[in-house]
C-alpha cells in the first residue's frame, strides 16, 4: 500500500509563501493522481490542487479557483515527493493541509482517492 507524511506547514504572514511536500512510500507506482486538499475549522474539506498522469511523460495538473494564479503543484517521481508551492498567502488559505493519492486517473473529489496523510497545519496570519 501506499503511505503519505506531509510537512512544511506553519505560520505565515499574509502575502508570504510556503511549500510542502507529501513524501509516498510503499507502493509508490499506485499513486498516477496525487492531490492536495485541504479543511479549515467548521467547513467541509475542500479540493486544492492535483497532478494526474496522463500517460507516457504527460502530466495535468488541476486547481481549485479560489488557489488559481497562486498555487503550483508539482512532483518530483525520483524521490516520490508531491510538493504544493504556495504563493501570495491570504488568511482565508489557513487550514489543516491533506495529501492524497490514488492509482486511478481522477478529479476533484475526496472519494476519489485512496491514500490520504495526516495533514500539516498552515496559518496563514494578517
Known amino acids: 500500500q501506499v503511505q503519505l507524511v506531509e510537512s512544511g506547514g506553519g505560520l505565515v504572514q499574509a502575502g508570504g509563501s510556503l511549500r510542502l511536500s507529501c513524501a509516498a512510500s510503499?507502493?509508490?507506482?499506485?499513486?498516477?493522481?496525487m492531490a492536495w486538499f485541504r479543511q479549515a475549522p467548521g467547513r467541509e474539506r475542500e479540493f486544492v490542487a492535483s497532478?494526474?498522469?496522463?500517460?507516457?511523460?504527460?502530466?495535468?495538473?488541476e486547481y481549485a479557483d479560489s488557489v488559481k494564479g497562486r498555487f503550483t503543484i508539482s512532483r518530483d517521481n525520483a524521490k516520490n515527493t508531491e510538493y504544493l508551492q504556495m504563493n501570495s498567502l491570504k488568511p482565508e488559505d489557513t487550514a489543516v493541509y491533506y495529501c492524497a493519492a490514488t492509482p486511478l486517473r481522477v478529479g476533484t473529489k475526496e472519494y476519489e482517492y485512496r491514500y490520504w496523510g495526516q495533514g500539516t497545519q498552515v496559518t496563514v496570519s494578517s
Open positions: 497532478i494526474r498522469w496522463g500517460g507516457g511523460r504527460t502530466y495535468y495538473a
Open positions: 510503499g507502493r509508490t507506482s499506485s499513486t498516477d493522481t
